[in-house]
């Protein structure tokens, strides 16, 4: 069973309506109550006759359970659609993945743009509000600082007379302070990479592999957006295709316009996401999942 974290319904079922060149139709009606008004609903729905005996199962499995109690049957068919739906989606990606796969698609490495990908991946979920937090004044990274200042305070006052001057002590003293330097230049250097970045890219959300840029619309989340990034974490199913490849030596040979110099420093920008790695594949995902 998967648990999918994050669904392109269009761009899977694009890929599935090229492989199949349309799928045979299967009319159903359904019937909803509101307000004490009746209205009838007829949908036209691509499934084959297996899928169609699925959703017709699970439609009649949840009218009985709930037919003999008092439940409001506006919910009941709200319960029923949403299911059907979730069945549908799990189908299209099914089919497409099979797809991919038999016809030997799916690309793991070296890849090119156009390729579809299927990874599994260790990720980072970036999200730049939220980690834009942590290092802001007064997020975690300064309160971790703020932990080192209380502690050499409170090493400093715990000296005698003698131990102030003893040579060895004066030095963990600067050693410490040196670090507390180190730490809120960093933290102030992070901030600076995360403001530019983030009026720079594009996206506010991505996943961060070792070579990997996968970008993210908060459309396609099956989960709340803004929890992603504390929330998920380890090896994460990646199925997607590559659209475009960032090399961080890339040289503007031959200025197209004058946008071609722009767009090397929003490069440079996003390279600096990164650390010794020579080029990113930028991922467009059509569905992660565990």
């Known amino acids: 069973m998967r648990r999918f974290i994050y669904y392109d319904k269009d761009g899977i079922e694009s890929y599935l309506a090229q492989i199949t060149s349309g799928i045979s139709f299967s009319s159903s009606t359904e019937t909803t109550n509101s307000n ?10 691509n499934i084959h006759s297996d899928i169609g ?15 003999n109690g008092e439940t409001n049957k506006t919910s009941t068919n709200q319960l029923v659609r949403s299911l059907e739906e979730k069945v ?5 990606f099914d089919k497409v993945f099979d797809y991919f796969s038999k016809n030997e698609m799916l690309k793991t490495s070296d890849f090119e743009i156009g390729d579809v990908v299927n990874l599994e991946e260790n990720v980072t979920f970036f999200d730049f509000d939220y980690f834009e937090k942590l290092f802001s004044e007064n997020g975690v990274s300064s309160f971790s600082i703020k932990q080192a ?6 090493f400093r006052d715990s000296l005698t007379g003698p131990q102030k001057q003893n040579i060895e002590v004066k030095n963990k003293i600067k050693e410490m302070e040196s670090m507390i330097k180190q730490q809120e230049e960093e933290r102030k250097s992070t901030l600076e990479i ?3 970045a983030k009026v720079t890219l594009p996206y506010v959300r991505f996943v961060m592999t070792k070579e990997c840029l996968i970008v993210l619309n908060d459309d396609f989340f099956r989960d709340n957006p803004s929890n992603v990034a504390f929330k998920y974490g380890g090896n994460i ?9 960032i090399n961080g030596d890339t040289q503007v040979e031959n200025q197209i316009n004058a946008f071609s110099e722009m767009y090397k420093m929003v490069n440079q920008v996003l390279m600096s996401l990164y650390n010794d790695t020579k080029c990113v594949y930028v991922i467009h995902p059509l569905a992660m999942y565990y």
């Open 88 to 92: 549908l989606s799990d189908y299209a």
């Open 237 to 245: 199913q990646i199925v997607g295709y590559v659209t475009n490849i």
């Open 53 to 67: 005996a699925k959703l017709a199962g699970i439609g009649a499995e949840i009218q009985e359970d709930v037919s």
């Open 194 to 196: 995360l403001n530019m």
């Open 36 to 45: 004490e008004i009746e209205h009838q609903e007829s949908k036209e729905k």
């Open 149 to 154: 200042k209380d502690k050499l305070k409170k």
